[in-house]
């Protein structure tokens, strides 16, 4: 079984994020992402969506965003930034890989089980999944005949 310092489940924003701050607390990070590219939902969520805040006040560690700092990035420029910034990142990271459950072991480390049946040994884990991962819609009076929403899942 593979060990490593720290397991980062999740390539989003919080992933990469924690990933640069590992390494800069000397730890040897490994990012496991379920999906094709690390970016977690962004890809998914509607085209016309832009960040909230200002891009100079949005940018992941050390990387700023490029451009006007006073612009409100859109979704295609906030993935974009999220690969380069993954590019940059000094860090296994993995895509393709979803962790099906993690269980502590007897060493006071943790065994991750991927799906696919290979098991990690990390020492640390973060998890920065997410939340749109499996979205939870509940039961309310109304919602019977209604269509979830596209960047759902």
Known sequence: MERVDVAVI???QSGLAAAHA?????LVPVVLEASDRPSGSW??????LALFSPAGYSSLPG?????????YP???????????????????TRTG?????????ADGAFTLMLEGGDDLSARGVVAASGTFGRPHS????????????????
């Open 10 to 12: 999740g390539g989003g």
């Open 22 to 26: 590992l390494r800069r607390e000397g």
């Open 43 to 48: 890809p998914r969520y509607y085209d016309s």
């Open 63 to 71: 990387v700023p965003f490029d451009g006007d700092p006073d612009r």
């Open 74 to 92: 859109h979704r295609d420029e906030v993935v974009t930034y999220l690969w380069r910034y993954a590019d940059r990142l000094d860090a296994d």
């Open 97 to 105: 890989t979803r962790v099906r459950e993690i269980r502590a072991a």
């Open 138 to 153: 509940p039961a309310l009076p109304g919602l019977e005949g209604s269509t979830p929403s596209r960047w759902r899942g």
